[in-house]
């Protein structure tokens, strides 16, 4: 069974500053996806990035992104130039593609609270 | 609007009061979902749904129901609520099950079982 941890329960920025938020996951299947989402205290869940796990690069948003490191089973998040908006509980989650059994489902890992300062 | 909608927003409720958790997207999504949110756990998946009249059990199926008998509707069903359903409810919907095909998460529905 697939699992995704997140080792760093809460952390914090200053305004401006750059910030990486960790995950790892466990899978024994070689074509997946990743993805980060955004949960501010509204609890409303945003779709951050999302990357393939066949694609080499790392995938950009912006200010947000990703450093894959498909051997090591890594997926962290780097938030550039902080903002006081970016405030939230950060979820790192995976899923399998469509073809296989229960393809869709999101795994989550446990979460990383981030709270920028002024 | 593009959006998914949960009702009620808030809850508190005693054991073994029967209670229904509604969504409702408005997309035309094949895909949806229910996932239950809780301390040091993250989300994890309750129900989904491929199609109409299509559902299969996610990681924690226990004590829940759902239906699909409409392409809009996927409610959450609690026959007997015990306080470990005490959670954060959030169903989610998508066109299919892509990399591309972004799964839209509802506002989420708070619940007490007391």
């Known amino acids: 069974a697939q699992t995704v941890t997140q080792s760093q329960p809460e952390m914090s920025v200053q305004e401006a500053e750059t910030v990486t938020l960790s995950c790892t996951y466990d899978t024994s299947e070689n074509n997946y996806y990743l993805f980060w989402y955004k949960q501010p205290p509204s609890r409303q869940m945003i779709l951050v990035i999302r990357q393939e796990a066949y694609k080499q690069q790392n995938a950009t948003e912006n200010r947000f992104s990703v450093n894959f490191q498909k051997a090591a089973k890594s997926f962290s998040l780097k938030i550039s130039d902080s903002q006081l908006g970016d405030t939230a509980m950060y979820f790192c989650?995976?899923?399998?593609?469509?073809?296989?059994?229960?393809?869709?489902?999101?795994?989550f890992g446990q979460g990383t609270e981030l709270s920028v300062k002024p | 609007e593009a959006q998914v909608t949960q009702n009620p927003r808030y809850l508190i409720t005693v054991t073994g009061k029967k209670l229904t958790v509604t969504c409702s997207q408005n997309m035309n999504h094949e895909y949806m979902s229910w996932y239950r949110q809780d301390p040091g756990l993250g989300l994890r998946q309750i129900y989904y749904?491929?199609?109409?009249?299509?559902?299969d059990k996610g990681d924690v199926p226990e004590g829940y129901k759902v239906s699909r008998k409409e392409k809009r509707n996927f409610p959450l069903i609690l026959e007997s609520p015990s306080p470990n359903q005490t959670s954060l409810y959030f169903c989610a919907s998508s066109p299919g099950t892509g990399f591309r095909e972004t799964q839209y998460f509802g506002p989420g529905t708070r619940l007490l079982v007391l």
């Open positions: 989650a995976f899923m399998k593609p469509s073809f296989y059994n229960q393809g869709g489902k999101l795994i």
């Open positions: 749904s491929m199609n109409v009249e299509v559902t």
